[in-house]
């Protein structure tokens, strides 16, 4: 299989200085030489194929940030390789930016007091596209999403959820291979991060983009993500299929009990450990129950018991 | 395997010369366009160059009525110096501006959006401000420099108005470099605008004729940090018939490095800056 | 009124200028490399007058009036304007409305900090690099008590006159423009870039009739014992005017800060 991304055995470290409290603590801190190294990437290998939509998952802070500042090039690795496209990210930050589109959290890269059509035009002038081929990219947007009302509006004057659409659009405009999504759905309303998902979906699939989603909404992830990466306090601790996931823990199966009073009792369940029947058996003979379901465990779920469990390998 | 497919280059033209000024004036005309729609604060902001200038005028007035002379200069030479200045600082306001907003951007994280795309991130950043107020400096300095020029009587011949040319351009390569490595401070210090701030102050002290500096400091302020060259050396080029100094003659070699070096020390900055703000 | 909330915001001050400590040490030297351009440019201009007292000021008078004004000028500075206008383009300002004290109140405290920390790091240290050069030309006596009497009041001065330049922020998106004009004006009329005793007689009289010079005039005479200030006689006039400015320009601030706030709230910032 090709690959878009490969990395290996990449580490970042950070240096900072270690802050006393109080206001004595600030002004020893002001002849202070107390550094202390933070590793934000800790030896992380990955490989990421053509095509692919990877959700690259992980808390706050666990460096999800830092591996797509080393992959984009804006940051030096401290060790360890890492190649986007065959070429060497930080060494080569120009070409490299040529072959992909970035996507930053809520902040736009687009001109802000510029109608969206205008900086597609400087875009389409940097990236020095072909005229036939931004028509066509154009004309793709289309027939994916309305872009006519955002067209000719200024970037300043739009919602959350048209900006974020248009530095998609703009991510996409050069036609890269591989585009880095970070977040993009955070603080939309969800028509917006339904039209979102669909666009991602359909330029992944007209394109044969690969997409590289950072997100903490699970909604993104269940919609795009055949493949999760799931990283750590920097380290990597899952990268699988999205249906392993569900079993990475054991089984995990939620069972709900309706009691007498009618209220419904929820317990998750680790099948591997304990028999779902017995469960039932033992609350029986405490009182009565009137009705049981059982439901399969959501991605969210998992994924908040492998963030509150730590690393389990 | 774990190799890694390289992307097939398809030939494209260089990025040269030529692609950045087309670029570059595409963003300007998208921004005049855009600009247009905020009249408030462009005649806001013009009233406040016009004041700027009006109370520069203002102090050198005040000082000439107590002070005749100063270090052998009088009113028109020093009004000639003053005119000088004015025109050698319009390229830094007009085309280098958005360094005042570098700080901002770099704690913010904001800064990042500039190393994401294909062109110099230097241009890039520098290409999203075009300051109009600076043309209303221009004026205030063709105007003094023309009212100067007329009182103190120099013959106008082609080869002084090539001089005029080459050495005001000159000058202006040394404020940008001043206001680059200060603002480019603020990727190793944190709330270093201040150094930008008192670098701007400084500026005020380049319309004054530089012999008045010794010792250590006129080292100091020709070789570190430069505001000699912003108007002095290179106006002594227009002013002395014979007896211009070496320094005015190297200043177009030494304007250049100076340009240069401040262009790399940002660079430097974007290189080590950890973009750790977000 | 409650102090010890008050002197919270002012220790939070002091401990975020800490957190800048490369920034403090440049800012320290730069100020030093300042001083150094004035002491040359005045050094020429008194040499070539040829005598040695312009205006009643010698040109140590002039040096030690413009050195303490840069010095003043440092301590007293504050980016109100500036923090207000980023505060209202991020939406802050609405946070900055709730908090339990009243607003004007609430950035002063806040500032107060820096104040301190500026104090401490560019005057005391510029007066002292006075002292020294001008072999104790500063008398050393109850003047220095009148002149931090008279800095504490051109402080307020200061803040409310910021204050109003920063509510025309409310109203209009060009800070840039408001602020130069405001430094423009205030460094020139206040007495910050040349003496005011060197202006001429017509526009002296105008400026003793403005708010500037409450800021950096009046504090600096009172400190060199100009104008008759070497008595308490002399002295008690220089705080009358800034007492009074200080009325006026509080309640022209507070009214105008009402008139502003009401605008937002009814506008939805």
């Known amino acids: ?313 | 395997m774990s190799e890694c497919t390289t992307i097939n280059e398809s030939k494209r033209p260089r990025r040269g010369l030529r692609f950045y000024a087309s670029i570059y004036r595409k963003i300007l005309v998208q921004d005049l366009k855009s600009k247009m729609s905020y009249r408030a604060d462009f005649v806001i902001s013009t009233i406040g160059m016009i004041m700027t200038n009006l109370s520069g005028f203002v102090t050198f007035l005040i000082l000439f009525k107590n002070f005749p002379s100063i270090n052998g200069w009088d009113y028109h030479h020093m009004l000639f110096l003053y005119g000088f200045s004015l025109i050698a600082l319009t390229p830094v306001q007009c085309f280098f501006d958005n360094n005042w907003n570098l700080r901002f951007q770099v704690q913010s994280g904001d800064f990042i959006k500039y190393c994401f795309r294909p062109i110099n991130v230097f241009f890039y950043f520098m290409s999203e401000v075009f300051d109009v107020k600076g043309l209303g400096q221009l004026a205030f300095g063709i105007g003094t420099l023309v009212y100067a020029w007329v009182n103190i009587g120099i013959p106008v011949t082609p080869w002084v108005i090539v001089k005029l040319v080459l050495f005001l351009l000159t000058a202006s390569l040394f404020m940008i470099a001043i206001m680059n490595a200060a603002a480019a401070t603020c990727f190793w210090i944190i709330g270093s605008g201040y150094v930008m701030v008192i670098m701007f102050r400084f500026k005020d002290f380049a319309k004054y004729p530089s012999n008045i500096f010794h010792g250590v400091f006129r080292i100091l302020f020709t070789f570190v940090i430069p505001i000699a060259f912003v108007a002095y050396y290179p106006s002594l080029a227009i002013l002395e018939s014979d007896n211009i100094p070496v320094l005015t003659w190297c200043a177009p070699a030494l304007g250049l490095l100076f340009f240069y070096l401040s262009y790399k020390f940002w660079m430097l900055g974007v290189k080590k800056y950890d973009f750790t703000g977000s | 009124m409650n102090m010890r909330r008050h002197l919270a915001l002012t220790r939070a001050g002091i401990m975020e200028s800490l957190q800048y400590r490369l920034s403090t040490a440049v800012t320290l030297f730069a100020n030093l490399i300042y001083l150094v351009l004035v002491y040359f440019l005045w050094k020429a201009i008194y040499d070539s007058a040829g005598t040695d007292v312009v205006n009643g000021m010698t040109f140590t008078d002039t040096m030690i009036y413009l050195i303490l004004a840069t010095a003043l000028f440092n301590f007293l500075e504050m980016f109100v304007v500036w923090d207000m206008s980023r505060s209202i383009q991020s939406g802050k300002i609405i946070l900055d409305l709730l908090k339990p004290m009243k607003f004007r109140e609430y950035t002063f405290w806040s500032y107060s900090g820096g104040h301190v920390i500026q104090f401490v790091l560019t005057f005391i240290p510029t007066f002292i690099v006075v002292m020294i050069v001008t072999h104790g030309a500063i008398n050393m006596g109850v003047n220095l008590l009148y002149f931090i009497v008279a800095t504490i009041f051109a402080l307020i001065v200061n803040f409310n006159m910021e204050m109003i330049v920063a509510t025309i922020c409310l109203y209009t998106e060009s800070t840039w423009g408001i602020n130069i004009v405001k430094e423009t004006v205030v460094l020139l009329l206040s007495g910050a870039s040349i003496p005011l005793a060197f202006f001429p007689e017509a526009m002296r009289k105008i400026v003793d009739y403005l708010p500037f010079r409450a800021v950096y005039d009046i504090p600096l005479t009172i400190l060199l014992q100009k104008d008759g200030t070497d008595t308490i006689k002399g002295v008690l006039p220089m705080y009358g005017l800034q007492l009074a400015w200080i009325v006026i320009l509080t309640i022209c601030g507070t009214l105008f800060w009402k008139h502003a706030v009401r605008k937002i709230t009814v506008n939805g910032g």
């Open chain 1, 1 to 313: 299989m090709e690959n878009a991304i490969v990395m290996k055995n990449v580490c970042k470290e950070f240096k900072i200085l270690n802050r006393h409290e109080g206001l004595k603590g600030s002004i020893r801190d002001l002849f202070s030489r107390d550094y202390k190294t933070i590793e934000a990437v800790k030896d992380v290998s990955l490989e990421i194929a053509r095509g692919e939509i990877i959700g690259y998952l992980g808390p706050n802070g666990a460096g999800k940030s830092t591996t797509i500042k080393m992959m984009t090039g804006v940051l030096e690795p401290t060790s360890g390789e890492i190649l986007v496209n065959g070429l060497v990210p930080y060494k080569e930050r120009k070409k490299n930016s040529e072959h992909i589109g970035v996507v930053f959290g809520q902040r736009s890269q687009l001109w802000w007091s510029l109608p969206l059509i205008e900086s597609f035009k400087l875009l389409r002038d940097i990236y020095m596209v072909p005229q036939k081929d931004y028509e066509e990219m154009l004309e793709l947007y289309r027939s994916l999403v309305d872009i006519e009302p955002i067209l000719h509006k200024p970037v300043r004057q739009m919602s959350l959820g048209q900006r974020t659409l248009s530095d998609i659009l703009a991510a996409f405009l050069h036609n890269p291979p591989i585009v880095f999504l970070d977040e993009p759905t955070i603080g939309l309303d969800v028509s917006m991060k339904d039209k979102i998902r669909s666009l991602i979906a359909g330029l992944n699939e007209q394109k044969n983009t690969t997409v590289i989603l950072t997100t903490h909404d699970m909604g993104d992830v269940d919609a795009l993500c055949k493949r999760i990466v799931i990283i750590d306090e920097g380290k990597k601790i899952y990268d699988n299929d999205i249906e392993h996931l569900k079993s990475y823990f054991g089984s995990y199966r939620t069972l709900r009990m309706r009691l007498a009073d009618d209220t419904w009792e929820e317990r998750l369940i680790d099948e591997s450990r304990e028999d779902v029947m017995d469960v039932i058996m033992k609350k029986q003979k405490e009182q009565k129950i009137k009705d049981i379901q059982l439901q399969e465990i959501s991605t969210e779920e998992v994924i908040k018991k492998i963030y509150e469990g730590g690393n389990r390998s």
